[in-house]
Every structure is written in C-alpha cells, then in structure tokens.
C-alpha cells in the first residue's frame, strides 16, 4: 500500500468515524487534551460576531457552553449505551470519541468576517456536518443502526440544548447562537423520528 494510499485511508476514517478509528481513540488517553481545546475553540467560534463587534465575552461564554454541551451529551449517550445496550468503554473514552466530532465548528471562527457572519447558511451547514459526525460516531461506538443513533443524539442534544438554554448560558446576538436556538424545534422532530423507530423495532 502506498503512502497516498495509507493516507486517503486514514483520512476517511476520521471523516467516517468507521470502527477501527473510534477504537483507537477510545484507547488513546493521550489525545485528550488536543480534543478539550477542540470542543472549547468550536463552541467558542459560536460567540464570534462579524467584525468582532462583540468582543471577548460571548466568545468565552460559548467556549464554556460547548464544553458543557460536549459533557452532558455524552454523559446521557453513556449512560444510555451503559446500561442498555452493553457499552463496556468509559465515560472517558466516549468523550474523546465524540469531542473530535466538533471539528467542523471551527469554521465559526470566520463569522468574524462580515460576508461570512451575516450568511446565516453558513453556520447552519457546519452545524449539520457536525450533527452527521456525531451520528456516525454514535452509530460506530455503540455498534447500533444509523437511525438508531440519529434518535439517540438528536436527544441527548436536545437535552443538553435544553439544560444549558434554562442555565442561561447561550448568548444571545450571534449568528450561530440564533441558529442554535432556532433548531431546537428541528433536534425535537429528529428524536420524534428516533422515537418511531424504537418503537417499531420494539413491536
């Protein structure tokens, strides 16, 4: 196998968070400081505003929301896999798997440019790769159907949306938080979906 070769293979493994990467990252402690920087700079990039007019304050109240977006759904996607569906990994090894799915929202960051920030789309796409990501990381950890892991995440967002919503934590006046508070209807129609699905493998 060439080096090319070696390299494309690698490459879509992280993309597709296929088995053999989430192993190596659920047995690799070492990584997980590169992973909180991750998860803090993406959520951080959700403060940014065009032409920084909002300065330092929601960018670092973002950085904190993302981090606790990050604990709290996968604390509830652990627990579930846990005690449901067999998940021997812990609680740390679910979180370095998932942190790497923020990734993605590191394109926040260029908010911070006028016809960037104000292109509303721009933020929705990341935002969606991101939830694919997370998707197939779920569906490759728990070793579960896809729609199955669709319902699972959409919930376990949902919820930590929710708690961190109640908290007060979501600035509000940026691109990404507008976008954030205006898909909770979208993450409730996908744990609907997740829901018939349950139910149907149930019957």
Same mark, same amino acid.
């Given at each position: 196998m060439s080096f090319s070769d070696t390299l494309t293979s690698r490459f879509w493994s992280a993309v597709t968070f296929d088995r053999s990467f989430v192993e190596r990252i659920e047995q690799d402690p070492r990584v997980t400081r590169t992973v909180v920087a991750i998860v803090a700079a993406a959520g951080a990039g959700r403060g940014v505003t065009p032409g920084f007019e909002g300065g330092w304050i929601p960018v670092v109240g973002h950085g904190v929301a993302g981090l606790l977006i990050w604990l709290v759904c996968t604390g509830l996607i652990w627990n579930l896999a846990h005690r449901? &569906?067999?998940?021997?990994?812990?609680?740390?090894? &679910?979180?370095?798997?998932?942190?790497? @799915?923020? @990734? !993605?929202?590191?394109?926040? %960051?260029?908010? $911070?440019? !006028?016809? $960037?920030?104000? %292109?509303? %789309?721009?933020?929705? /796409? +990341?935002?969606?790769?991101?939830?694919?990501? +997370?998707? /197939?990381? @779920?569906?490759?950890?728990?070793? *579960?159907?896809?729609?199955?892991? +669709?319902?699972?995440?959409?919930?376990?967002?949902?919820? /930590? *949306?929710?708690?961190?919503? *109640?908290?007060?934590?979501? +600035?509000?006046? @940026? !691109?990404?938080?507008?976008?954030?508070?205006?898909?909770?209807?979208?993450? &409730?129609?996908? $744990? /609907?979906?997740g829901g018939e699905e349950d139910s149907w493998r149930s019957s």
């Open positions: 449901i &569906l067999g998940y021997s990994e812990g609680f740390a090894q &679910l979180t370095r798997v998932f942190g790497y @799915t923020a @990734t !993605p929202l590191l394109g926040l %960051w260029l908010n $911070v440019i !006028p016809s $960037v920030g104000d %292109w509303v %789309w721009y933020t929705v /796409a +990341l935002h969606a790769v991101a939830f694919v990501a +997370l998707v /197939a990381a @779920t569906r490759a950890a728990l070793v *579960i159907s896809l729609l199955r892991a +669709l319902g699972i995440c959409a919930l376990s967002l949902a919820m /930590a *949306i929710l708690l961190l919503g *109640i908290l007060g934590l979501f +600035l509000t006046g @940026t !691109p990404a938080s507008n976008e954030i508070a205006a898909s909770r209807h979208s993450m &409730l129609a996908l $744990v /609907a979906v």
